[in-house]
């Protein structure tokens, strides 16, 4: 911004010395208040995102589509370095959900990509099968524990319980987990790991999830059911074995989910916790973030927990990650939009697009799923289903 200030001519009315000096120092004021705008201090990370990179296909050579859970390596372990990224699939080659099997494995130092796990689609211990969601997580002590919401028809009509499996740093499937609790494993995982001790925070969307043909007659929409909750699962790691599953308590319930055909199901689905062990939930089918007081000690459910945000930008909020500012990213369900919010001020803060594919209404309708903070805290990995990649956003 320049600003010239000329001298009067000989013609011109000259102004008193007084009034031409309030007059400089006023246009002074104008470019310093100028200045500071143009340089003010982004309010949170989305305000500083410029570019957009695509980084590898995750179609595996079995040809499951559909990436859902996006999860950052913490350790090398195994066939895993620090820092690669994985990310599973929903969905098989035939587009079913409720059917993908596998894990892929992203690095970024070689950009190499490759298959990292693979289970039956039919495997006996996990009931109804295998398909994999957003609930995924890898452990300091290496093993990798991923959610099962499985069907054989692509919709809830065939949907079986689900369970957690847990794979070792190889890609092997070591274990599974089920049981009264597990229905349904669906949102992000949220993790405190202590290497010997750890507790899983994960969203369960299957409870008593009728048919997407059960019609609401109100809404011509399927039904809607309040009984999604949020498990936490305590877990004891024995050294050089699988984690033992010592403890469940529902901290949370009374959540929406309901059937969709397009959609598998809506349900409760991200997943963060604060450094004030407050566990944050996003409720797509409410529009809504909810927070949940003392995470890790409570005995008892919150139910829903405190209303943070509820519409606005917000629409159908699906898979959710943390700032190191203690800020909350999530990505939209219903548009290709991210939205970041300060959870302790209980404001939204800002929108940003990272799929604005018209082909969909809105723009990247249905495209976004799951999300990871990156090393360097300051970019973000995601999936676009509807081209199966995964792509970094950062400044």
Not at 180 to 202: C, E, K, Q
Request: aromatic share 6%.
């Amino acid at each position: 911004m320049n600003i010239f200030l000329s001298m009067p001519s000989k013609q011109s009315t000259m102004l008193p010395p007084q009034t031409l000096s309030m007059t400089v120092l006023s246009c002074i004021g104008i470019f310093l208040m100028c200045l500071s705008s143009a340089h003010a201090e982004p309010k949170g990370m989305l305000e500083t995102i410029k570019r957009h990179q695509f980084l590898t296909s995750t179609i595996p050579d079995n040809g499951d589509v559909n990436p859902y859970a996006v999860v950052v390596a913490p350790v090398s372990f195994g066939a895993i370095e620090k820092d690669d990224v994985l990310v599973d699939n929903f969905n098989n080659i035939s587009n079913l959900q409720g059917t993908g099997t596998t894990i892929i494995r992203y690095r970024p130092s070689t950009k190499e990509t490759k298959l990292f796990a693979q289970v039956p689609q039919k495997l006996k211990e996990c009931p109804g099968g295998v398909g994999l969601t957003t609930a995924m997580t890898m452990l300091k002590s290496g093993w990798v524990i991923v959610g099962s919401t499985p069907s054989t028809d692509g919709t809830t009509r065939t949907k079986g319980d689900g369970c957690i499996l847990v794979f070792d740093p190889n890609g092997k499937h070591v274990s599974t987990w089920k049981g009264p609790t597990i229905n349904g494993p669906w949102g992000n995982i949220a993790t405190i790991d202590r290497g010997d001790s750890v507790m899983l925070f994960i969203s369960m969307a299957g409870f008593d999830l009728p048919s997407p043909d059960v019609i609401d007659p109100k809404t011509d929409y399927p039904v809607i059911v309040n009984k999604a909750t949020v498990l936490r699962l305590e877990l004891t790691i024995p050294n050089g074995k699988p984690p033992v599953l010592k403890s469940q308590t529902v901290i949370g319930d009374g959540f929406s989910h309901r059937s969709d055909l397009a959609n598998f199901l809506l349900g409760p689905t991200g997943l963060a916790l604060g450094s004030d062990d407050t566990l944050y939930v996003t409720d797509g089918l409410d529009n809504e973030i909810t927070a949940i007081a003392h995470a890790s000690t409570r005995t008892d459910s919150a139910g829903k927990g405190e209303l943070v945000t509820k519409e606005g930008l917000l629409a159908w909020p699906l898979a959710m990650i943390m700032t190191p500012e203690g800020h909350l990213i999530v990505a939209n369900g219903k548009n290709g939009q991210a939205v970041e919010i300060d959870p302790i001020e209980k404001k939204q803060i800002y929108a940003h697009w990272l799929n604005a594919n018209q082909a969909q209404s809105p723009p990247g309708n249905g495209n976004l799923f799951g999300l990871a903070l990156a090393p360097d805290g300051k970019s973000f990995y995601y999936v676009e289903d509807d081209i199966n990649s995964l792509r970094i956003a950062k400044p």
